[in-house]
């Protein structure tokens, strides 16, 4: 290789993929070897920051007396009583909703709405559209046209 190695080669030597040409780049390349090993270090830093943090936590929730976390538990029983009326809102309004939406409709809305449901009946039922039907004047339904049938 004449370049150095990509960010993707590193990290795949990185997560311990065996990649020949890349090895062999990293051992004769002092650039390369050098970003791989702050990478390795910078890996290392955190592994043992996240440790060290894990630790800690540990550590602090074993030595929290009784009373700390009843105080915890305490704590969150007014989000659960705020998450309950929220809650029993949302129920009652589509309770609400759902009432109004079963009023009964009235007359003249179901009557426009039976006019238009015939006037589609009507379009739907037709044989051919609107304005095609002069050209129906020009074909039998037997399927000759109308100037053989006069001849007839």
């Known amino acids: 290789m004449n370049s150095h190695l990509p960010a993707e ?3 795949k030597l990185l997560l311990g993929e065996r990649v020949p040409e890349a090895e062999r780049h ?3 390349c ?8 702050r990478m390795e270090s910078a890996i290392s830093q955190f592994r043992g920051s996240v440790r060290r943090w894990s630790e ?5 929730s074993q030595a929290l007396p009784l009373r700390a976390t009843e105080q915890t538990a305490r704590l969150s029983w ?3 009583r705020w998450a309950a009326v929220a809650l029993t809102l949302l129920v009652l309004a589509g309770w609400l909703f759902q009432q109004r939406s079963q009023q009964p409709i009235p007359r003249e809305v179901a009557g426009t709405d039976t006019v238009l449901f015939n006037q589609l009946d009507q379009e ?3 044989t051919v559209p609107g304005p095609m039907e002069p050209l129906t004047q020009l074909v039998t339904w037997d399927g000759r046209s109308a100037g053989s049938a ?3």
Do not use: N
């Open 9 to 11: 080669q590193i990290s």
């Open 124 to 126: 739907i039922s037709r």
């Open 30 to 37: 002092a650039a390369c070897m050098g970003e791989l090993a």
């Open 26 to 28: 990293v051992r004769e």
């Open 78 to 80: 007014p989000r659960f």
């Open 150 to 152: 006069s001849r007839e």
């Open 56 to 60: 800690d936590q540990f550590r602090q």
